[in-house]
């Protein structure tokens, strides 16, 4: 059962466009949401993430939307570069038998063209 | 900055090998993860450990167990290896969110471990 779903597997979006990444999830319990990035041949790195009290949170380029109601989450990149090119993963975390365990996503591949 | 180390980038095995995969992190952390990445399957997790000598179970644990028993060392062990467990191993860790007082539950990757079995 996938409670972290990211229906698209990949994007395209010319360099200097908002990229739109999307993500949704089933278990009301989640309660902090992590974007990672993902280079070829290497590991993820932490994006951004936000607190599920918040509906919105903003570094620089990047801004992860939250609707609670919808279960839903975007990033969202402005404007994109080529350098963004990757595997973004969404990630949601909750308490669970005393831990706090993180779901990952299955990934969405970014392709910012110049 | 944290770093956490795997020991190969690329392994190649054979059916019913026994495999270890070794992780170290540099970070003093108590949490460590063990992952396996596949195409159109994203990051699932195989097993955590959150102190030393302890371990439990994540979402896929089925051909594997785990070693902890130095806190910057997390070993993930494939008893027999077989060709369904060809895979991208990732391990990470993370420090404990009560001794930060918040929700850190930021999670450091290594480089992953390109497993192959023939």
């Known amino acids: 059962d996938q409670q972290v779903k990211q229906n698209s597997p990949s994007l395209s979006v010319q360099e200097g466009r908002i990229s739109i990444l999307n993500c949704d999830y089933t278990?009301?319990?989640?309660?902090?949401f992590l974007w990672y990035k993902k280079y070829p041949a290497e590991g993820p790195t932490f994006l951004i993430s936000?607190?599920?009290?918040?509906d919105k949170n903003e570094d620089g380029r990047f801004t992860v939307f939250l609707n609670k109601s919808a279960k839903h989450l975007s990033l969202h990149i402005v404007p994109s570069q080529p350098g963004d090119s990757a595997v973004y993963f969404c990630?949601?975390?909750?308490?669970?038998?005393?831990?706090?365990?993180?779901?990952f996503g299955t990934g969405t591949k970014l392709q910012v063209i110049p | 900055d944290v770093k956490v180390t795997q020991s190969s980038r690329y392994l190649v095995k054979r059916t019913g090998e026994k495999v270890f995969l070794e992780c170290v992190q540099d970070?003093?952390?108590?949490?460590m993860f063990w992952y396996r990445q596949d195409p159109g399957l994203g990051l699932r997790l195989i097993y955590f450990?959150?102190?030393?000598?302890?371990?439990e179970k994540g979402d896929i644990p089925e051909g594997y167990s785990v070693s902890r028993e130095k806190k910057e060392r997390f070993s993930l062990i494939l008893e027999s290896a077989s060709t369904n467990q060809t895979s991208m191993y990732l391990c990470?860790?993370?420090?404990?969110?009560?001794?930060?007082?918040?929700?850190?539950?930021?999670?450091?990757f290594g480089p992953g471990t390109r497993l192959t079995v023939l």
């Open positions: 970070m003093d952390h108590e949490n």
């Open positions: 990630a949601a975390s909750s308490y669970s038998g005393g831990y706090q365990k993180v779901t």
């Open positions: 936000i607190s599920s009290i918040k």
């Open positions: 278990n009301s319990m989640f309660d902090y």
């Open positions: 990470a860790s993370s420090l404990d969110p009560g001794l930060a007082g918040g929700p850190t539950d930021t999670q450091y």
């Open positions: 450990s959150y102190d030393v000598k302890m371990k």
